[in-house]
Structure formats: structure tokens, C-alpha cells
Nanobody, 120 residues
Framework: QVQLVESGGGLVQAGGSLKLSCVASGSIFRINAMSWYRQAPGKQRELVAV???????NYADSVKGRFTISRDNAKNTVYLQMNSLKPEETAVYYC??????????????WGQGTQVTVSS
């Protein structure tokens, strides 16, 4: 019904920057909240940033001032600009969206994840 596809991950040196993108497609009537999560090896998945359909934003304390989440509703896309990256932020980054489909059903959807590796 709904697919999320992330891109933009890769290898970067500590202190560097990356910009992740996530495009939603499928039977979309409306996208509500969109978020970025990450999961490091051996750790639980954690929320990095969330943006509502109206543009309200919240960040994990650990990324405030360095990461910026944004969305383009016309393109069904959410972005995560990551600056001053740290080695401990090496993880798989996942896109999440709460979507009302054209069948008028609300559902939670996840992307497949994109690897971000920060070298020291």
C-alpha cells in the first residue's frame, strides 16, 4: 500500500555531514507525522527527530543543534540533515511515517533503512 525508500547514507569522517532523504509512495491520502529513527548494533531503535504534518518538530537531546529534520509535502519526502557527526552515531537510520491511505485507514510504515557509518 505505502512504501518508504531512504537514501543518502554512507561513510563519513567524524565532524562531517550527511543528508538523508525518504520518499513515500503508494496509496497515500495524507501523511501525518514523519520521523527518523536509528539503531546501532546491539542497541534498541531510538527516535532521532519527528516532524508533524503541520511542521512541529522535536529532536532527541543528543542531536539538538546538529541535526535538522524537514519535509516537502508536495513530494511526500522527509529529510534529515546531519552535521558534526560522531562515531557513536554509526547506525542504520530508518524513516517512519504515519499515513492515512486512500482506503481511509491509518497505518504505520517503515523504510528499509540506510546505513550511516562515521569513522573516527
Amino acid at each position: 500500500q505505502v512504501q518508504l525508500v531512504e537514501s543518502g547514507g554512507g561513510l563519513v569522517q567524524a565532524g562531517g555531514s550527511l543528508k538523508l532523504s525518504c520518499v513515500a509512495s503508494g496509496s497515500i491520502f495524507r501523511i501525518n507525522a514523519m520521523s527518523w529513527y536509528r539503531q546501532a548494533p546491539g542497541k534498541q531503535r531510538e527516535l532521532v527527530a519527528v516532524i508533524s504534518s503541520g511542521g512541529s518538530i522535536n529532536y532527541a537531546d543528543s542531536v539538538k543543534g546538529r541535526f535538522t529534520i524537514s519535509r516537502d509535502n508536495a513530494k511526500n519526502t522527509v529529510y534529515l540533515q546531519m552535521n558534526s557527526l560522531k562515531p557513536e552515531e554509526t547506525a542504520v537510520y530508518y524513516c517512519y511515517a504515519n499515513v492515512r491511505t486512500t482506503s481511509w485507514v491509518n497505518g504505520d510504515y517503515w523504510g528499509q533503512g540506510t546505513q550511516v557509518t562515521v569513522s573516527s
